[in-house]
Every structure is written in structure tokens, then in C-alpha cells.
């Protein structure tokens, strides 16, 4: 045997030191993982040193071609999963969030970080121009979209992505072969004109056989609603209102806020949100210290306009569709700061539909999907 196989084993005196260093270490470095798991960090600046709370940010968008921002500041140094962000250790405090790209309208959001809490935020950033497919009303035998000139005159604001047409004079009567789809959505947006004019005419009869004494006194002739999931939308008075029916503990982030005082409350979240809570809580004053408070419905902004149509967005729990006076937008649920709203289709005589996982407009004689996406 050689001496470079030969190991003496360490002496009582040499364990005990080793055991001794690795025991002083262990001890010193426990109170500082505690420290960093509890999500505060030692800043050291050029004047002072100091310890900030930092917490996360998880941010989903539409996609990989959508760049976002974190305090005017690109979000680079992050964990990136499909088309969503992880951002952590944040300073505790508010932050300015964005998100845009080429084409597409800027969402943007001012949340509050709190100290090993992450805050999850969902982005959406619709085309600028609006991107919609013509449903023709015939097909050639090659199953070309037949095209009217005087379609391209009336939607010139809109990108079409129909890639295989013809003109409408190019084509022989003969040749002409009716579209299955266009039949059938022509039904269905008949049918919903009908069931329009009979609750408007229920209305009307309501309203010539009953009247008030009291100029004060409010009803609510007809009440809708629609559900996704856990979340439904109802109309009441002419607003529109998501709610949560769910388990409590699943509830999504954006009923829920951590509440301190009205103050903080305001300039984390917007007096709106102050305003919901006094609804549900009587005593808000008796809290001593960062409480969770959710809150039942949350009201969608309708930009002070009537609201002719509500749905949700297909696929998408967290945003609603409503079509007011001047076109169809696209409005968030989460109304933490502010609610954002962009047009996703702008028209003043139109009618929608949601079906088939699909937005359909009906403009001018022409039924056309308005699609959320960018076509690339």
C-alpha cells in the first residue's frame, strides 16, 4: 500500500474545532436567511446604509411580443414562463407597471409591493387598428372570399386578414356558393334583434300600465347576466357589475386589497376602492394593523356612456366586453388604480355577438370577427 492511499483519521481535538466552526456558522446564518426569506434586503447606498422591505411581481401578458416595463425601466433581469414575468425583490411601495409593443394600445397599472408578498397583475394590449375578418356572403368553388369594393371603402380603417379573395365583379353568379358560416350567424344576430325589441317592448308596456308617485323611487326592468367560470357579470341600473361566487381563499387577487388606513388606501388603490369597502365594512377605523379585505362585486367603468351589449371576452375570465355608443371595448376587471379600457372595434350603429369562442360584429349589412390579436 502507498502512502498516497493511507488516511489518518482526524484527531478528537480536529473534530471537535470543525464541529465547533460549522456550529458558529450554522447559528449566524439562520437569523439571515430568516431575514431574506421574510423579504427584506440591506441596501447599501453612497450616503447610508439601510434594510427595505421587497416583495414580487408576477405579470402575464399576451405574448412574447409584448415589452414590458417597471418603473419607466425595461423589465430584463426576470424569470420568464410562456408569456408571463416573475420580478422579485422589489422595493415595498408603489409601482408604475406597463406593457406595449408595436401595434398594440399601452396597458399600464400602479400596484402596491408589500414585503414577501407577490403581486399577480394581468396585462392585455389590443390592436391599434382593429383586426377583423370579413364573413362573405358567398364563397367560390375554391373557397375564395368573394369581396365587395364596397367593403373596402366602408372598413378602410380596419385591417382585414381574409388572404384568399376575389372580387365580387370577377365572379359569375353561377360560380357563387353560399357561405354555411355566414347563414348561420346571419340567424343568430336576427335572433338577437328579435329578443332586443321584446324586452323593449315589455318595457314599454311596463312602463304605460305602472307609474311612480315618488320621483325618488327606482326599479330594475330586466336584469341580465352572464358567467365564466367562477366570476359572473349582472346589470343593474344601467351598470355593470363582476362578482366572485367561488371558493373565498380562490377568490382573484383584484377583489382583494391590504388595507391600512383610507389614506394608504387611496393612494394605493384609488378612493373607488375605499368607497366599495365602506359597502361591505362599517368599522374600517378599528383596524390596528395590515389587514386583507375583499370585496363581493366590483363595478366596470362604462366611460359615462349606455351600455348596449356585455360579455366576457372569450378565454378570459379578468376582462369584459361591453359595447357603448361608439364602438366595442374591452375593459378589465381589476380596478386596482384604474380600470383599463381600449377600443377593440369603433362603430355607432352596430350590433355583437359572442359565439363559438368568437367576437362577431354586425356593421352596415357585413358580419365581421374583431379579433384581439395582432395578425402577424
Known amino acids: 500500500m502507498t502512502s498516497a492511499q493511507m488516511m489518518t483519521p482526524l484527531s478528537q481535538k480536529q473534530r471537535r474545532w470543525f464541529f465547533n466552526a460549522l456550529f458558529i456558522m450554522f447559528f449566524c446564518a439562520v437569523p439571515v436567511f430568516i ?3 421574510a423579504g427584506y434586503r440591506l441596501d447599501i447606498g453612497k450616503d447610508e446604509t ?4 421587497v416583495g414580487g411581481i408576477y405579470l402575464i401578458t ?4 409584448i415589452d414590458m416595463f417597471l418603473d419607466n425601466e425595461p ?4 424569470r420568464v414562463f410562456r408569456s408571463a414575468a416573475y420580478m422579485q425583490n422589489v ?13 398594440v394600445q399601452t396597458w399600464s397599472k400602479r400596484l402596491p409591493v408589500w414585503p414577501h408578498i407577490v403581486t399577480r397583475v394581468e396585462s392585455f394590449n389590443l390592436p391599434k387598428v382593429p383586426q377583423v375578418r370579413l364573413i362573405p356572403t358567398y364563397k367560390t368553388s375554391e373557397n375564395a372570399d368573394i369581396v365587395t369594393d364596397e367593403f373596402n371603402d366602408l372598413f378602410d380603417f380596419a385591417s382585414t386578414i381574409n388572404t384568399n379573395t376575389v372580387t365580387l365583379a370577377s365572379t359569375t353568379a353561377s360560380s357563387r356558393l353560399a357561405n354555411p358560416e355566414y347563414l348561420y350567424l346571419s340567424q343568430r344576430f336576427a335572433s338577437s334583434t328579435e329578443e332586443r325589441l321584446q324586452v323593449r317592448e315589455q318595457v314599454e308596456r311596463f312602463a304605460e300600465r305602472f307609474t311612480f308617485e315618488s320621483t325618488s323611487a327606482t ?3 330586466a336584469t341580465t347576466s352572464k358567467q365564466y367560470g367562477d366570476i359572473y357579470l349582472r346589470e343593474e341600473d344601467e351598470e355593470v357589475y363582476a362578482g366572485y361566487l367561488g371558493q373565498e381563499s380562490k377568490k382573484p387577487e383584484y377583489f382583494c386589497i391590504t388595507y391600512t388606513t383610507d389614506v394608504e388606501v387611496i393612494r394605493n388603490y384609488g378612493e373607488h376602492v375605499l368607497d366599495s369597502l365602506y359597502k361591505i365594512y362599517t368599522d374600517l377605523d378599528l383596524l390596528a394593523e395590515p389587514t386583507k379585505l375583499c370585496r363581493s362585486e366590483i363595478k366596470i367603468d362604462r366611460l359615462r356612456q349606455t351600455v348596449h351589449y356585455f360579455d366576457f371576452v372569450p378565454g378570459r375570465e379578468n376582462l369584459v366586453l361591453l359595447q357603448l355608443d361608439d364602438g366595442l371595448y374591452v375593459i378589465e376587471v381589476d380596478d386596482r388604480s384604474w380600470q383599463n379600457t381600449q377600443k377593440l372595434y369603433g362603430g355607432v350603429d352596430i350590433e355583437v355577438i359572442v359565439e363559438g369562442g368568437n367576437i362577431y360584429v ?3 349589412g357585413y358580419i365581421l370577427e374583431v379579433m384581439m390579436e395582432l395578425s402577424q
Do not use: K
Open 219 to 221: 326599479t330594475t326592468l
Open 362 to 364: 354586425h356593421d352596415r
Open 50 to 53: 439601510s434594510i427595505i422591505g
Open 75 to 78: 423589465i430584463e433581469d426576470m
Open 62 to 65: 399576451d405574448g412574447n411580443h
Open 91 to 103: 422595493e415595498a411601495g408603489l409601482h408604475n407597471i406597463y406593457t406595449n409593443g408595436v401595434g
Open 35 to 37: 431575514f431574506y426569506a
